[in-house]
């Protein structure tokens, strides 16, 4: 007989699952991912194509082939497709081979992904205890203590992968009751138990493992935790989504543009609270020191055009009371130079005859504008346009080699020379910069 726990959190997930076009199986030798096997085979018919994937790191010889042929036997057993890959890290440093193999999993995944789909992961009540207790021992905060969740995404390289956990409010004990019960079949994986110097085994294994002779409860009360901090996020980020529509600025660059003034109109906790909201759609978060230093750059004084400060590889510039987050680039790096269909614009034709070279801008340059009588030097037309500082930095000429005329700048537009070659339709020059990741 199926336990009632499948039911409940078949039916708490149902319209989220039910909504996508395919869902993907994590799947390993282990407990916890075959109990996840199961569970999805018995609702199959209510829920979109099921695949599996498993990747073999190659780390323990013949175990780790063992592991995965156990893997695949059990997907063809439930008769779902199964994706196998192999990798390897013959050269890579020892002490970063868990970050390594977690980012090499996670490509294949995405590589393996179709759109609009979910990868299933059993991710247990256990390793959210474990999660919750590493991330109290660094000091995080209310968005930290809400640990894993049961949808989040996930970025690796291009790829953004969308995460459900059904399993957060189960114990490993009650996957293993069940699983038992039910008669799955499982091969235990040993490392899980070697009490090394890896922070997650020395929690389990070491601090959990007292903790449960005092307090058996403990795993049930940390789950509840996260689910208040979770909540507890949640409402900060809406205060922060309203916030957030009174001082955002509209710019021409794809930045995240604050007005300074209207932040700080704010009160000091909305304040941060705003700014920790700011940075999270790039996956980045204000620790206290940061918070502080940037408080004092921008806040206790008067910020000046030279104002920075840098959060990974992102900054934050001040220019004429607003606050630029924008990703830093190599200013070394020259932009890629294409042509897209546009109104009142020379031909593709006219570009295609031309001896085109793309120059970034050095100082004293003059320009002569479509819109002016004559021509001025470079430098007045970029201030009178107001740019900030960076942006007049990131100036680029396209030249025609022959005469050395500039027909085009990225932040001015076409030359006046150009005027008796625009027609309705053209082709318009413009820029791509690859971002660093």
Known sequence: MLPNWYFEIFNRYKRQLQSKNALYLALSAGVDSNTLLHWLSIFKDELPPISTIHVNHNWHGDYSHLWANF?????EFYGFQHHHYEVYFEDHDPNGLEAAGRKARYLKFGETMQENSLLCVGHHRSDQAETLMQRLL????????????????VEFGPHTIELFRPFLSISKKQLYETATKLELPWLEDYTNHEADDMERNIIRN???????????????????VTQFMQEADDLLQDIAGEDLTKVTAKNDYNDHVIQLSKLQELSFLRQKNLLQAWIRPFNLIFTQK???????????????????????????FYFQDHLYLRRISDTNITPTLHFVNATNCPPQIFWDQMNLALVKRQGGERFHPLNRDKSQLLRKLLQEKNLPLWERDNCWLLQDQNSGDILWINHLGFSKKLQDQLQAEGASPILKTLNPQ
Request: hydrophobic share 40%; charged share 30%; aromatic share 18%.
């Open 290 to 316: 940061q918070l502080t230093e940037f408080f004092r750059v921008f806040i206790e004084q008067t910020p000046t055009h030279q104002s920075f400060f840098k959060l990974e590889n992102f900054g934050v």
């Open 71 to 75: 893997a695949r036997k059990r997907a």
């Open 138 to 153: 660094r000091s995080a905060g209310v968005r930290g203590l809400g640990a894993m969740r049961d949808f989040n995404k």
């Open 206 to 224: 070491n601090l959990f493992k007292t903790m449960e002779e005092e307090f058996p409860k403990y795993e049930a009360a940390f789950y509840q």
